[in-house]
């Protein structure tokens, strides 16, 4: 049974070891932590309900800013991504 974070990035197994993509290689510190703490809420909290946000932010005071600082990053490295990959894409 695997569970598995497509926005963090993190995936959480059955022995209980938790796996950050690659994709966050350089990603800023505390992206990293708040992707820790939100898999290890998931040890507890299986659904992202009120009690699982709870439990990340009584881990991490600032979950809920990191977590939409993240999903802003995401969706600026994925512009970065586009950007430099569809050129290459219509290039004769």
Known sequence: NTAISRVQGGKLKAKKEIKISSFFKAAPADFLRMIVVHELAH???RNHDKA???LCQHMEPDYHQLEFDCRVYLLWKSEAMARTVAPKLLAP
């Open 43 to 45: 040890l507890k909290e």
């Open 52 to 54: 699982f946000y709870q």
